[in-house]
């Protein structure tokens, strides 16, 4: 019923920039938080840049300055511009989002997370 759908991923040179973006769809009551998260080869999943419903950004420090998380809370939607990327930035990044369904009788919180969109940062 719900899905989140990635996009915007590919293949930049060092130094090049993308912009991902994430839109939610189905029955939703409300979105918390949204985030994006990124996971190397034979790496863990690791925060990027996460976003409350009131616009608070939380980013790890290893991407301060040169990515900027922002949301559509109109469109369900996430993005996450890329800048001055580096080929450690390499990873298949997710869209992750907390979400407030509507189930018989009352509404619940889930967390859902997208199919994930590759970002090949290479020379």
């Known amino acids: 019923q719900v899905q989140l759908v990635e996009s915007g991923g590919g293949l930049v040179q060092p130094g090049g920039s993308l912009r991902l973006s994430c839109a939610a769809s189905?029955?939703?009551?409300?979105?918390?938080?949204m985030g994006w998260y990124r996971q190397a080869p034979g790496k863990q999943r690791e925060l990027v840049a996460t976003?409350?419903?009131?616009?608070?950004?939380n980013y790890a420090n290893f991407v301060k300055s040169r990515f900027t998380i922002s949301r559509d809370n109109a469109k369900n939607a996430v993005y996450l511009q890329m800048n001055s990327l580096k080929p450690e930035d390499t990873a298949v990044y997710y869209c992750?989002?907390?979400?407030?369904?509507?189930?018989?009788?009352?509404?619940?919180?889930?967390?859902?997370w997208g199919q994930g969109t590759q970002v090949t940062v290479s020379s």
């Open positions: 992750n989002a907390d979400l407030v369904l509507p189930d018989q009788y009352r509404v619940r919180k889930y967390t859902y």
């Open positions: 189905g029955s939703i009551f409300s979105i918390n938080e």
């Open positions: 976003i409350t419903s009131g616009g608070i950004t």
